[in-house]
């Protein structure tokens, strides 16, 4: 089993940068594939970004591309989304999750999930 904590949200103003990390617990985080979700109050839960085991393959909703980049270091057993352009939308609670499926369209692939770090972007 794998725990994950994030850190490194907070509040930025439209135009910043924030990098958020998931530092995972266990042995075996370097076998499962690593997300991020979002959430605002009232809303379902959204995917926004995804990596493979090796940080081969990665996968970001349209909405991120080109401002958002995960990456992952499985020596620190840790997982990074670089957030640059940050726009007032983008303002959540962001999850870190693990999976063993590459299907993200579904929550229900998610076998764990971390508490949540908050992203508030001022316009």
């Known amino acids: 089993q794998v725990q994950l904590v994030e850190s490194g949200g907070g509040l930025v103003q439209a135009g910043d940068s924030l990098r958020l990390s998931c530092a995972a617990s266990?042995?075996?985080?370097?076998?499962?594939?690593m997300g991020w979700f979002r959430q605002v109050p009232g809303k379902e839960r959204e995917f926004v970004a995804a990596?493979?085991?090796?940080?081969?393959?990665?996968l970001y909703t349209d909405s991120v591309k080109g401002r958002f980049t995960i990456s992952r270091g499985n020596a620190k057993n840790t997982v990074y989304l670089q957030m640059n352009s940050l726009k007032p939308e983008d303002t959540a609670l962001y999850y870190c999750?693990?999976?063993?499926?590459?299907?993200?369209?579904?929550?229900?692939?998610?076998?764990?999930w971390g508490q949540g770090t908050q992203v508030t972007v001022s316009s």
């Open positions: 999750a693990a999976g063993h499926s590459w299907d993200w369209t579904t929550v229900a692939n998610v076998f764990t």
């Open positions: 266990g042995r075996t985080f370097s076998i499962y594939n």
């Open positions: 990596i493979n085991w090796s940080g081969g393959s990665t």
